[in-house]
């Protein structure tokens, strides 16, 4: 969490979530909501001063329901920090392992 700025913006099918705090608050549910079975396989990073591109695979097991999802996220650079996150997993792929929608939003 110390790469993204106090004010990072990550954007994803289901809106944005705004902050440092909120964006690490979505992902302990992720990690709660799998049972702490969330595991995540980086394939490729592309990057420069501005922009990083991270290929990932995210697994994750609840009894016989079993997450796999293709995610790309492209990461906006400022100050050396993480400025803005575009997540582009597939909502639907989200939706029907956690029951949820695509990502929860923190409350």
């Known amino acids: ?28 549910q992720l990690i709660e909501l799998s049972e702490n079975t969330l595991e995540v396989v980086v394939h490729h990073i592309l990057a420069n001063d501005d922009h990083t591109v991270v290929l ?18 492209v990461f906006h650079i ?14 639907r792929v989200q939706e029907a392992f956690y029951g949820l929608s695509p990502v929860p939003l923190p409350e």
């Open 1 to 28: 969490m110390a790469a993204f700025a106090k004010n990072a913006v990550m954007h994803g099918a289901n809106g944005q979530v705004e902050g440092r705090d909120s964006i690490r608050k979505i992902i302990e």
């Open 78 to 91: 400022a100050d050396d920090l993480i400025q803005d996150a575009y997540f582009t997993g597939d909502p």
């Open 56 to 73: 990932q695979t995210s697994t994750a097991q609840l009894g016989d329901r079993r997450l796999a999802d293709r995610v790309v996220y």
